[in-house]
């Protein structure tokens, strides 16, 4: 994949979580806010001041999540966002995350 494939990529998969955050914040009882800097999405937790960051990295072509569980980073593979250390799923993996900071079960998907 090329650098602007990448970036175009990881634009993308940042805007479907943000927006899925959003829709999630005005369906349920998720107290989340999101805001963007560049290549970097914070999920505040607002009832508890946790936090999640999703930001990409162009020089691995990877995109990274640090939440309270730890730091995880993730490679494109076969069409989807796959953990470097145990294959797990991004948007799976960060509906755990989500649910577990924010305290309201919670599923992302991906584009489709």
Known sequence: MTESEFLALAEQTLGVIESALERAADDSDLDVECSR???????????NGSKIIVNS???????WVAARSGG???RY???????????SELFSALSRMVSEQGGVPLVLHGAK
Request: proline share 3%; glycine share 10%; charged share 25%.
């Open 37 to 47: 800097s560049g290549n970097v999405l914070e999920i505040e937790f607002v009832d």
């Open 57 to 63: 990295q162009a020089p691995m072509q990877e995109m």
């Open 72 to 74: 995880f980073h993730y």
């Open 77 to 87: 593979e076969g069409g989807r966002w796959i953990n470097t250390r145990d294959q």
